[in-house]
């Protein structure tokens, strides 16, 4: 397992930037849902755990293990959920941004320089933020809000898999596996799918 380090943190904070917010996005490729993402802010004592790293490289009982342990130790957290009515009307470019600038303006403590995993963020300065490739993997404080928004949008998927039984969203969280797609098959798309992703072929 590839695991992050402070290396860009650290180069900020001798920069002068005091609280820097790692942003990550969970559920942009699912087939229903809503889009998730979290702003985290670490303290500069933050010691990374062991077999701490990107979200989707950990097993549930450790990833929510992981999550709660950032919650207590983070200077500020933020989670910040999208909904699918939003994503089929305005696209989920649109949406993820809308839910990276909620999750930034939802910390208690205003960051001063954005971490984010591949995107900038729309309307926030350039000169504020950086965009890495696979940076959840790379910075810890970006695979922190990774781990925290994978556990929350694991659980609403859960939830919701009581709601729609039919469709298994408890197991593979709205994403296009074959169980997936033959469900949707057979019983169509319910309330929550994005049909704005023109799946209507995977009803043929």
């Known amino acids: 397992m590839i695991e992050p380090s402070l290396d860009v943190e ?6 002068g930037y005091k609280h820097i917010a790692g ?3 969970v559920g942009r490729g699912s087939w ?3 889009v998730v993402a979290a702003a985290v802010i670490l303290p500069h004592d933050f010691k990374i755990p062991e077999n701490f790293g990107d979200s989707k490289q ?4 450790p990833r929510e293990k992981m ?3 950032i919650k207590e130790i983070a200077i ?8 699918v009515l939003i994503i089929n009307r305005l696209g989920i470019g649109w949406a993820t941004q809308m839910a990276f600038r909620k999750s930034l303006k939802g910390l208690h403590k205003k960051a001063d320089f954005v971490i984010v995993d591949a995107f900038h ?4 300065n350039r000169k504020n933020q950086k965009a890495i490739k696979k940076g959840d993997q790379k910075c810890a404080t970006v695979a922190a809000a990774s781990i925290i928004a994978k556990v929350y949008r694991d659980s609403l998927m859960k939830k919701l898999s009581k709601k729609y039984p039919l469709y ?3 197991k593979h969280k709205g994403y296009g596996t074959r169980n997936h797609q033959e469900a949707i098959k057979k019983f169509g798309f319910c309330q929550i799918h994005r049909t704005s992703y023109n799946l209507n072929y995977l009803t043929v």
């Open 58 to 61: 950990l097993k549930p009982r």
């Open 121 to 124: 963020i729309k309307h926030v």
């Open 10 to 15: 650290k180069s900020l904070w001798k920069r």
């Open 67 to 69: 999550a709660k342990i």
């Open 32 to 34: 229903a849902g809503s």
């Open 168 to 170: 298994g969203f408890g």
């Open 76 to 83: 500020s957290w933020s989670i910040a959920e999208v909904p």
């Open 23 to 25: 942003i990550d996005e």
